[in-house]
């Protein structure tokens, strides 16, 4: 089945050590984002990539990072945790849109990777 | 920016019981989803209302997108425990690829 697939599904790094989360599609979806979600709360997105072009959220902190190498996979670099970083983070794809056209693609999600700091 | 004011945020209630959900937002979205997600997965898309005045009925479940396009809810009729989980609304906009989630809403339903 084609699918949005993120590994790890859970991780546990230590407080100011790197850390990468990963996420592969098979659905050829030209946008990947990357939302972080806290615990009984909506989605909150980070950035996303449509095709090569990278999308920052204007609120999201510089310590995010990510990485497109292909249409398939798309990578959340944290360069510093910090305990408040410790969340739920989901990889989504969804076929982009022309500009001006009305949109209602819908958005696939991984399952997601639970961050812990320790 | 564009909000989406999702109520009630929590919901706790009786299997057979039914409820409404509401998402509301003073700016006019190209088209809504509604997305279920359950603990420790990612969310899944429901539904997409795309006219305004659109009905769409899933089973037991009911969506109503408004005539203006800036409001929507979902109705369960008869809830039961595998209801359970947290409803998200979301607002799609006109050449943009990106969602407006609301806060949503955590639904208990209770044998």
């Known amino acids: 089945d084609a699918m949005v697939i993120q590994n790890p599904r859970y991780q546990v790094t230590q407080f100011g050590k790197p850390v990468t989360l990963s996420c592969s599609q098979t659905l050829n979806h030209n946008v990947m984002y990357w939302y972080q979600q806290k615990s009984s709360q909506a989605p909150k997105l980070l950035f996303h990539y449509y095709d090569k072009d990278f999308n920052n959220e204007a609120d999201t902190p510089d310590n995010f990072q990510s990485r497109r190498p292909n249409t398939s996979f798309c990578f959340l670099d944290i360069r510093s945790p910090g305990l408040g970083d410790a969340a739920m983070y989901l990889c989504a794809t969804s076929r982009g849109i022309h500009v001006g056209r009305r949109n209602n693609q819908p958005q696939h999600f991984g399952d997601g990777t639970r961050l812990s700091i320790l | 920016t564009q909000l989406l004011e999702q109520s009630p945020q929590f919901l706790s209630i009786q299997e057979g019981e039914n409820l409404t959900v509401y998402c509301n937002s003073s700016?006019?979205?190209?088209?809504l989803q509604w997305y279920r997600q359950e603990p420790g997965e990612g969310p899944v898309l429901l539904v997409t209302v795309v006219t305004g005045g659109e009905v769409k009925k899933l089973k037991r479940l009911t969506f109503q997108f408004g005539d203006a396009r800036k409001d929507s809810s979902l109705h369960i009729t008869a809830a039961q425990p595998g209801d359970t989980g947290l409803y998200l609304c979301a607002g799609m906009n006109s050449g943009y690829s990106t969602l407006t989630f609301g806060k949503g809403t955590m639904l208990l339903v209770s044998p």
């Open positions: 700016s006019v979205f190209s088209s």
